[in-house]
């Protein structure tokens, strides 16, 4: 298998200038290919929900569709996932838009672009599928890493996910110096090491390489030039998100320019790629002690490329056939001149290196690699590259707290609420809990808020009179005066007054008369039982009476203008009774 894959690949570099409009097209390995399906569903749902997420067991359902339906082969009995034709368009755009392929396109041109001399057909499709499914009997005999070493030492064991970071980041450093559209290489190393150049940052550029329609990696390319040529005109305004990111963005491009001049500087391609990787890993390790599990990864990565750097520099030149890459037009696929002139025999070997990480078995634990923290190398807990592909959403102030956060609020509401006294009459058994309490409702700040009116209960029907004269005829003035007033006499309220006010002269009707005496001494019994009630409360003081004025009633106004002693109106109420 692993013998067919790399004859597959190597008929592929050879030829696929007659196919491709590139000669420096990177090839998604394996786990390459999740990733970026990954990032495929996670678009079609953000265009479909708003949200931009995926569950696992979406993805992994998604994943194994798109290789039988890929690979031309029978997916019958597997549901389709939905809106899959969005997630193989959105798949197919971000590889032309990043100069990629997967092993499955390389599968398909080999038979287009194979001699005679070539193999008919070194693999089959089923095959191709358990490769990239994960088979795991054939994953067992092609993983190179054994999961512990052969004899025991005391030197730590790093773990697969930090051995496999670092590695991610060596070859995206490489592949970037060969591929400058690849945006997962930009991805992967534009923070590592740590350049203060986070999810914030990585944000502002994706926007700014959309509205620009360019890569990543020409996004900041002409950001930073800009900025350097800013006494021509040249520079971006001040309200650029880039701006205040300038700093990092600036540390990123100068580390991939010396690259690139050790790429140019350096004839032999040993030695340049030995230089290239040390350089990768002296970035790296800046910093970290000799037990850091980091510093140990580099360390062994470093050691590992530097040997297969070697030894695919000298089968090629053992070799009389190369990778196809014309020497008559360089500089149309170069990153700067440098490259088109010194580093040509260079790129060669980079991008034989490559192809074989491309040829890697895919990792065992899915979940483990698409939740893969990428920033492990840079040491802080940055988090995965769906995570980092999101776009961080601003603040509405209508998202809810935590569950946390709003538990404590309850509890706290809760225990103030018992703590605060409250005053609350005999009848608190009938209030609800969203009243205020007396203590609330008596505490005004100023006599301007007092309430300026009561609110009487329903009215009774109205009792008629003997002659048939319904004593609800009388003005509503007259009502109302006794409830504006309630420390007025009852007596005084059926005054004349009433009868003066509506025009009337002279002495009233015997009817209304006779009506307003019953009325009045209904109010009056009324009132001495109310009084009859209170005997055995302690005396008070009651403020003096107003008199009523005019009318019929005038017999009875110095007796009620009359100043009482205390407790001698009860008493008097009383034998009146």
Request: with cysteine.
């Amino acid at each position: 298998m692993e013998e067919s894959l790399r004859t597959m690949t190597r008929v592929f570099r050879r030829e696929c200038h007659r196919v491709l409009g590139s000669e420096r097209t990177s090839i998604q390995g394996a786990d390459g290919m999740l990733m970026v399906l990954q990032l495929a569903v996670a678009g079609v749902n953000k265009q479909e929900r708003g949200d931009f997420s995926v569950a696992l067991s979406e993805v992994l359902a998604a994943w194994k569709y798109f290789l039988l339906d890929k690979l031309q082969l029978s997916h019958n009995d597997i549901p389709l996932p939905q809106n899959y034709d969005l997630i193989r368009k959105e798949y197919d755009c971000f590889l032309k838009r990043t100069n990629t392929v997967d092993l499955i396109d390389v599968f398909i041109m080999f038979k287009e672009l194979r001699i005679n001399e070539d193999p008919e057909e070194p693999l089959t499709a089923m095959q191709l599928f358990q490769f990239l499914g994960g088979d795991k009997e054939r994953t067992e005999k092609m993983d190179s890493l054994p999961v512990c070493p052969a004899t025991p030492s005391n030197k730590p064991v790093c773990s697969a996910q930090i051995q496999r970071a670092v590695r991610r980041v060596f070859c995206s450093y490489l592949g970037l110096l060969v591929n400058s559209k690849n945006d997962l290489a930009l991805a992967y190393t534009l923070d590592n090491p740590n350049r203060s150049l986070g999810h914030s940052a990585f944000t502002d550029l994706r926007h700014a390489a959309c509205d620009n329609s360019s890569s990543l990696f020409l996004t900041v390319t002409s950001f930073v030039r800009a900025i350097q040529l800013g006494g021509k005109g040249y520079a971006p305004p001040e309200s650029h998100p880039l701006r205040k990111h300038v700093k990092g963005l600036s540390e990123f491009l100068n580390f991939v320019d010396q690259c690139q001049d050790v790429l140019g500087e350096t004839p032999n391609p040993r030695e340049a790629g030995s230089k290239l990787v040390s350089s990768i890993r002296a970035a790296l390790v800046k910093g970290r002690s000799n037990g850091d599990l980091v510093y140990l990864a580099a360390e062994d990565t470093a050691r590992s490329l530097k040997e297969r750097i070697g030894q695919i520099h000298t089968m090629q030149t053992q070799s009389v056939v190369g990778t196809g890459i014309s020497p008559a037009r360089p500089k149309a696929y170069a990153i700067n001149h440098s490259t088109a002139y010194g580093g040509r025999e260079t790129v060669k070997v980079l991008m034989t290196l490559l192809d074989e990480e491309a040829l890697a078995p895919p990792c065992r634990n899915k979940a483990e690699l698409l939740s893969e923290d990428h920033a492990v190398p840079n040491g802080s807990s940055g988090a995965c590259l769906l995570t980092l592909y999101k776009s961080p959403e601003a603040p509405t102030g209508s998202s809810p707290k935590p569950l946390r956060n709003r538990v404590l609020s309850q509890q706290e509401h809760i225990q103030s609420k018992v703590m605060r006294p409250t005053i609350r009459s005999q009848f608190a058994c009938t209030y609800s809990d969203d009243e205020l309490p007396l203590n609330r409702v008596l505490e005004f700040p100023s006599t301007s808020q007092l309430p300026t009116c009561l609110h009487p209960a329903p009215k009774k029907p109205v009792p008629h009179d003997l002659t048939g004269m319904d004593i609800s005829l009388k003005d509503p003035e007259d009502t109302n005066l006794r409830r504006k007033c309630p420390g007025q006499s009852a007596l005084g309220e059926h005054s004349g007054n009433a009868w003066n006010r509506a025009g009337g002269k002279g002495t009233q009707p015997e009817q209304l008369r006779r009506a307003t005496g019953t009325s009045k001494r209904k109010l009056a019994n009324r009132e001495y039982a109310e009084q009859g009630r209170e005997e055995n409360q302690p005396p008070q003081k009651r403020p003096p009476t107003k008199a009523p004025t005019g009318g019929p009633g005038k017999r009875n106004t110095k007796a009620a203008c009359k100043k009482l002693i205390a407790g001698q109106g009860k008493l008097t109420g009383f034998f009146r009774l």
